[in-house]
């Protein structure tokens, strides 16, 4: 793709085709508030660019019928969300439609170079697979934050060896495409945004729990990224006073007391000491415990694992109830591999922020599970990257 839009017309003209599929000439007219003379001399300079295409006669609206347009349909965008321990990379068209995903365990501690060999492998297979020749364009999320301008993650706790390496010029270099970098989470909130349970909602929260904790935070529509990148980083807020020793240096944050990392130390505490049949019986059959194990031992009743999930649903429901205090969200929505917990988690994170909110700012707050699971990263990849391209150069 080496086209990119003239101005801000042309811009959200191509948005508006990624966002809401094929559409006429007089229905971009209507929405855009452009004269039809001026709009016409948009859409031919498009179509001359080859971002978009014609797509057959519009129903009639009395009179003549008015053209079809259409994103270019050989445009492909590369989805990469990088995340603690696995990777997922998928292929979209321009209307962000996945074509092809692949998912890899990895641990993100056997730093960048190992990390994105194991990525370039992933993307090389699907161009192998005949879906795409080229990429157009690749979004990354990675699980730390993101000096956003440069594409540069800055002291990631839970990634040793990535301070301050180029992702965004290295990944360029290789796949020979523009690159953009972002923070796994707020990917997950731009996917969810995009095709799943937010795609209504112009100012929510996207609280993202895994190895580690963050949130996505959307102001009118637009990812709120803070004065240098960090802004979400919930999981580094103080959960437990002079509590547990926290991989960022601290005491007692949450994402110590409460993530997919320090719910399976917990669970592994509890079958080695004999508290739990179900987790001590999963451990002996495993050699190690995740929230799976923990889900499934909930699921089998096991009194232990409930109250884990339920003391961490607290925890993490203190938290957001004073995000929600500050923000006024019109929607919370939680997502991450601690998800499998179930609905168990998410009661337990209703139940505290409905009692410590505000009855102004939850009387009609939902707060629910995503819906895109492992599809909102790679999704709010193609997302960022197509922001970036369909935007005037």
């Known amino acids: 793709m080496t086209a990119r839009p003239a101005n801000a017309h042309q811009a959200r003209l191509l948005r508006m085709l990624r966002d809401e599929g094929p559409n006429s000439r007089a229905q971009l007219g209507d929405q855009i508030e452009l004269s039809r003379s001026k709009l016409a001399v948009e859409v031919d300079r498009l179509l001359q660019t080859g971002l978009i295409v014609a797509d057959g006669l519009a129903a009639s609206r009395g009179g003549r019928r008015s053209h079809n347009l259409r994103l270019a349909p050989n445009l492909r965008f590369l989805g990469i969300d990088i995340g603690a321990t696995s990777v997922d990379v998928a292929v979209t068209n321009a209307e962000l439609e996945v074509l092809g995903h692949l998912n890899q365990p990895m641990d993100v501690r056997e730093g960048p170079v190992a990390v994105f060999e194991h990525v370039l492998a992933m993307a090389a297979k699907l161009r192998s697979s005949g879906l795409v020749e080229g990429f157009d364009g690749a979004g990354i999320g990675v699980p730390g934050p993101v000096r956003f301008p440069e594409g540069v993650p800055v002291a990631p706790p839970i990634m040793p060896g ?70 979400g980083d919930i999981g580094h807020i103080q959960a437990v006073p002079d509590g547990r020793a926290c991989a960022c240096g601290n005491r007692g944050c949450l994402e110590a007391h409460f993530s997919g990392a320090a719910l399976a130390r917990d669970a592994m505490d509890a079958a080695s000491q004999g508290l739990s049949a179900e987790l001590a019986s999963r451990l002996e059959t495993h050699g190690t415990l995740s929230a799976v194990d923990i889900a499934a031992a909930a699921a089998a009743g096991d009194t232990v694992s409930l109250d884990l999930i339920r003391e961490g649903g607290t925890r993490t429901g203190q938290v957001i109830a004073g995000l929600v205090s500050f923000f006024n969200p019109s929607l919370v929505v939680i997502g991450g591999g601690v998800t499998g917990l179930g609905h168990t988690l998410l009661a337990a994170i209703r139940t505290q922020v409905y009692r410590q909110s505000l009855p102004l700012a939850t009387g009609n707050l939902p707060i629910v599970l995503g819906e895109l699971g492992q599809n909102a990263g790679v999704i709010g990849g193609a997302r960022l990257i197509s922001d970036h391209l369909f935007s005037p150069a």
């Open 162 to 231: 990535w301070d301050g390496f180029p992702v965004r010029e290295a990944l360029s270099q290789e796949l020979g495409c523009p690159v953009m970098v972002d923070n796994d989470v707020n990917l997950m909130a731009m996917g969810e945004q995009h095709a799943g349970v937010a795609r209504t909602a112009a100012d929510f929260l996207c609280v993202k729990i895994g190895t580690g904790i963050g949130c996505g935070i959307v102001v009118g529509g637009e990812v709120y990224r803070g004065a240098t990148g960090s802004a």
